[in-house]
């Protein structure tokens, strides 16, 4: 007897070695038990790898967005295509074995661009290509022709807006990042309006083009009248300024059949691996499964939907199943302002307190080089960390911020959030375009993605702990 409760006190002692208890009782672990922990997971990291990027499982995120967006193309908010989409990642996800497939349902816009075309006609004939922008209004079925005034910023506009009444508005914004830039997409037509204009241009917020007009959403506010506005490609938009700046009077003809039809209904995406030890605790992997109408949606966001779906089935192909739920949600709606995850937000919220971490990747699949991490500082180490066991593959960076529409919102309210970092030199050259195709995707850059998306959202899940907030 006496000997058994020294097995226990020598236990009990081993499993407080370096620990210090904290007031309710709990362990509190020192960075240096941490870090052994996570050295634990190196043979697993390495098997994660092997599989993702040498083994059985090399090319197939890739093969199955091929197949995915070559079946269904690009998948508007409302639209049919979305629909079908859905319903092949619901099958796709059952036959993949992975549990709790379910979808939950979410009310979505619906805006069809119609029929568009714009026309220069003076000085010269040349067809201008457009894309109408996101919630946009129709013109009236003859068009709109009007003269042109060409703006380069907000500012130019405000300082000229005597001249901008009845005028058709080009904006011919540089590009200088698309957070700062975007701005000219998103509230182009209310400034237009504010000042009297018929309609708006913009330059497409793109940091290189081949006369490609790239499409997004854009607002209207209430007190303000509503006028039609499109994106036009940056070739156009710096003819035009020239044209201007010599003085020489530009008109163009503008037709959109733009529409705006009820909400619809619409899903978020769900399948798990459910939690061993604490299944009521979820690390969240994500992308978004809706994208414009243009292209495929392959670049935005197939590659970050696919490689999320990627990341469960490398941890359930190698027969891994962490101590909390792994959750996969492809989103819907994100492109209109992430209205599927505001809505998960709101049902899932009650329960803030079980979600560990929120990860999505929605900036590309392109060779990655680390992870956004949003969190505490001492979540931040423990993130660090984690990182070191994708040095097989070079990837260990941790950066300062997270992004990602879908999960900004439990970002906000404190939960640890993580965005896949990757070389986006390319990725404003497809956005929001018709050039947002498979073409732009490569099989070995969406196995290392996924390779690190699996590795870290495994070991977030299957450590005894959950992040520190
Ligand atoms: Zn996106």
């Known amino acids: 007897m006496k000997y058994l409760f020294l097995i226990f006190l020598m236990n009990l002692l081993h499993q407080y070695a370096g620990k210090s208890l904290r007031r309710d009782g709990s362990s509190l672990k020192s960075f240096e038990d941490i870090k052994n922990e996570i050295a634990g997971y190196t043979n697993i990291?390495?098997?994660?790898?092997?599989?993702?990027?040498?083994?059985?499982?090399?090319?197939?995120?890739?093969?199955?967005?091929?197949?995915?967006?070559?079946?269904?193309?690009?998948?508007?908010?409302?639209?049919?295509?979305?629909?079908?989409?859905i319903?092949?990642?619901?099958?796709?996800?059952?036959?993949?074995?992975l549990e709790n497939v379910h979808l939950e349902p979410?009310?979505?816009?619906?805006?069809?661009?119609?029929?568009?075309?714009?026309?220069?006609?003076e000085p010269r004939n040349h067809s201008i290509a457009i894309l109408g922008l996101g919630n946009s209004i129709a013109t009236p079925p003859e068009g709109i022709t009007a003269e042109v005034i060409v703006v380069a910023s907000f500012d130019e506009l405000h300082k000229r807006a005597q001249e901008a009444k009845g005028k058709i508005v080009v904006y011919n914004e540089p590009f200088i990042n698309y957070g700062e830039t975007v701005q000219y997409r998103l509230q182009g037509a209310v400034e237009a309006a504010k000042v009297g204009a018929v309609a708006s241009l913009i330059r497409s917020i793109a940091s290189f083009s081949i006369h490609s007009p790239h499409?997004?959403?854009?607002?209207?506010?209430?007190?303000?009248?509503?006028?039609?506005?499109?994106?036009?490609?940056?070739?156009?938009?710096?003819?035009?300024?020239r044209m201007s700046l010599r003085g020489t009077k530009i008109v163009v003809h503008l037709r959109m059949g733009a529409k705006t039809y009820p909400d619809s209904l619409s899903f978020n995406t769900v399948a798990e691996i459910v939690g061993s030890k604490y299944p009521e605790q979820v690390v969240l992997v994500s992308g978004h499964l809706d994208s414009w109408d243009v292209g495929q949606g392959a670049m935005d966001d197939g590659g970050g939907a696919f490689i999320s779906w990627e990341a469960l089935s490398l941890i359930k192909d190698l027969g891994l199943r962490p101590k909390r739920t792994l959750r996969l949600v492809l989103w819907t709606?994100?492109?209109?302002?992430?209205?599927?995850?505001?809505?998960?937000?709101?049902?899932?919220?009650?329960?803030?307190?079980?979600?560990?971490?929120?990860m999505e990747s929605d900036e590309?699949?392109?060779?990655?080089?680390?992870?956004?991490?949003?969190?505490?500082?001492?979540?931040?180490?423990?993130?660090?960390?984690?990182?070191?066991?994708?040095?097989?593959?070079?990837?260990?960076?941790?950066?300062?911020?997270?992004?990602?529409?879908?999960?900004?919102?439990?970002?906000?309210?404190?939960?640890?959030?993580?965005?896949?970092?990757?070389?986006i030199n390319k990725y404003f050259w497809f956005h929001h375009s018709q050039g947002d195709t498979m073409t732009v995707q490569d099989p070995n850059q969406m196995n290392l993605c996924a390779a690190v998306w699996a590795v870290v959202s495994y070991v977030i899940a299957d450590m005894e702990d959950m992040l520190p907030r």
Not at 47 to 69: M, P
């Open 45 to 85: 990291a390495k098997a994660i790898i092997d599989l993702a990027v040498h083994g059985k499982a090399q090319n197939r995120s890739y093969e199955r967005l091929a197949v995915f967006t070559d079946t269904i193309g690009p998948r508007l908010s409302g639209s049919k295509n979305l629909e079908a989409a």
């Open 87 to 97: 319903k092949y990642m619901f099958s796709a996800l059952q036959e993949d074995r």
């Open 106 to 121: 979410v009310k979505v816009p619906h805006w069809e661009r119609g029929e568009e075309f714009a026309v220069m006609l």
């Open 215 to 241: 499409t997004g959403e854009q607002s209207y506010q209430p007190d303000v009248p509503q006028i039609p506005t499109a994106c036009i490609s940056v070739e156009d938009a710096e003819m035009m300024s």
């Open 333 to 358: 709606g994100e492109e209109q302002g992430g209205v599927g995850a505001k809505q998960y937000y709101q049902l899932h919220k009650e329960n803030i307190s079980n979600f560990d971490i929120v």
């Open 364 to 423: 590309g699949t392109f060779k990655p080089s680390g992870l956004g991490f949003a969190g505490s500082a001492e979540a931040r180490d423990i993130v660090r960390e984690i990182m070191t066991l994708l040095q097989p593959i070079n990837v260990t960076a941790v950066y300062n911020t997270a992004d990602g529409t879908d999960i900004a919102f439990w970002m906000r309210d404190g939960v640890p959030g993580a965005s896949l970092q990757d070389d």
